[in-house]
């Protein structure tokens, strides 16, 4: 194996050839963009760190689905910003909850989109953790019932899968239990299984009104250091019955994404978190870097890491770019 007889060269020479032997090809098929509805009508205002996502009433979340579906993104995942918090997060069980209504909403619009709906306590309560808080602490079991309850509800709203997000032991379980005692036994698990405790989130908890009054998130969300730990964390969550797993962030744990899906022959999924998008707007806006090229860049990269499904803030501009 040497030069001359081999030049690596040869085949990228010309765009054709790059084409016909490139080993990852990013498909818009992939994509899954997240969404924040708000309570009130026409309401539509843009998250100062997020250039491009807005907070939004239900009718705009509906106009905005129209557009996703016709970019042939297949899915968005929903995230609520409540009328009302309190201690046990109340308000994200009730039949006319921001999420719930939005999913009914986009259901009757009947468009060609799956709505995933985000299963967490930390928007719904008024001290921003994820769990039930006594004395400081984040209480794990009787967190479980709330989550599988919220669950629940957010299937009856007509959610086409669940996806908990909250990092407490034995989630998946609860929520599988509940709903196969509903008669949802079809109703799929997406499990944000390896969920870093990350200095990424930080855009999103403006834009969900989420952040932790108090403390953080590190007594339940995972070390940043740790690996091995993700694939106990995959491994847990598929023997509860998670039919999906997602690694989060993305880009600073591409090696977690290569790990389990070496590991694990499931679907597999990656969040490009709020952070990670916020940057690259922001040097684009300075003309620092070239949006386009490092977004797909990005995307790509995470795809060849391992990830089959992506969730990114960037999904409505790549399969744009994907589409040209
Ligand atoms: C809720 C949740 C968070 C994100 C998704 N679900 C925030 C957090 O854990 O603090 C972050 C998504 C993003 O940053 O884009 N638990």
Redesign the pocket.
């Known amino acids: 194996m040497s030069f001359p007889i081999h030049r690596p060269r040869r085949i990228r020479r010309t765009e054709a050839l790059r084409g016909l032997v490139r080993e990852t090809r990013l498909t818009t098929a992939g994509f899954v963009y997240?969404m924040f509805v708000c309570p009130g009508e026409k309401v539509r205002k843009e998250v100062g760190s997020m250039p491009g996502v807005y907070q939004q009433s239900v009718d705009q979340i509906v106009e905005e689905c129209r557009e996703v579906e016709s970019l042939g993104i297949p899915a968005i995942i929903l995230?609520g910003l409540p009328e009302s918090k309190d201690a046990r997060g109340s308000s994200s069980l009730a039949k006319t909850g921001v999420v719930q209504r939005a999913v009914e909403a986009i259901k009757k619009a009947r468009l060609n989109l799956l709505v995933i709906t985000?299963v967490?306590l930390?928007?719904y309560t008024d001290h921003g953790h994820?769990g039930v808080v006594e004395d400081g602490e984040i209480l794990n079991d009787p967190t479980l019932e709330i989550l599988a309850q919220q669950a629940l509800s957010h299937a009856r709203a007509g959610s086409d899968i669940v996806a908990p997000?909250?990092m407490m032991d034995g989630r998946v379980a609860a929520i599988r239990n509940v709903l196969d005692g509903h008669k949802f036994e079809d109703t799929p698990i997406l499990a944000?299984a390896a969920?870093y405790c990350s200095g990424?989130?930080g855009?999103?908890?403006e834009a969900?009104q989420?952040a932790p009054q108090s403390g953080d998130?590190r007594s339940y969300?995972m070390d940043p250091a740790n690996a091995r730990e993700a694939l106990k964390e995959v491994a847990l969550d598929l023997g509860e019955g998670a039919d999906i797993v997602m690694v989060?962030p993305a880009l600073p744990y591409l090696d977690i994404i290569r790990a389990v899906r070496e590991r694990f022959d499931v679907p597999l999924g990656a969040?490009n978190?709020?952070?990670e998008?916020a940057m690259v707007k922001a040097a684009a806006q300075n003309g620092w870097i070239e949006e386009k090229r490092v977004v797909l860049e990005i995307l790509t990269g995470i795809q060849r890491a391992g990830a089959d499904i992506i969730l990114t803030?960037h999904a409505k501009d790549a399969a744009r770019w994907l589409k040209s």
């Open positions: 997240p995230f985000d967490c930390c928007e994820c997000s909250d944000y969920k990424f989130y855009p999103f908890r969900a989420s998130r969300q989060k969040y978190v709020s952070g998008y803030y």
